[in-house]
C-alpha cells in the first residue's frame, strides 16, 4: 500500500468517526429538545459520512478506476448531505 493510499484512508476514517459523532450529538439533541432542526442535521451527517463511507470503498474495491464517476457521486450525495444541514438553520 502508498503512503498517499494510507493517508486517504486515515482521512476518511477520521472523517467518518468525526461525522457519525455529530450525528450522534445531533439526535441526542433530538431527544431532549424534539426539535425538527436536529433531525435534518443528523440526516445531514450521516448523508456526508455515507458519501465519505462509500466513496473510499469504491475507490479501493475499483481500484481507483473510474474517478469521475466515483467523485460525481461523492459530491451528489455529499451535497445532498449539506442541503440537509442547510435546512437544519431554517427549521422550526
Do not use: H, K
Request: glycine share 6%.
Amino acid at each position: 500500500m502508498q503512503p498517499i493510499e494510507l493517508l486517504y484512508i486515515v482521512f476518511s476514517g477520521t472523517l467518518i468517526a468525526s461525522g457519525l459523532v455529530m450525528a450522534g450529538m445531533a439526535v441526542q439533541a433530538y431527544t431532549y429538545t424534539e426539535r425538527r432542526s436536529m433531525v435534518y442535521l443528523s440526516v445531514g451527517f450521516t448523508l456526508i459520512v455515507a458519501a465519505a463511507t462509500a466513496t473510499t470503498i469504491s475507490a479501493f474495491v475499483n481500484d481507483f478506476q473510474n474517478p469521475r464517476t466515483l467523485l460525481t457521486v461523492n459530491y451528489f450525495v455529499t451535497t445532498l448531505g449539506f442541503v440537509a444541514v442547510i435546512l437544519s438553520l431554517y427549521a422550526e
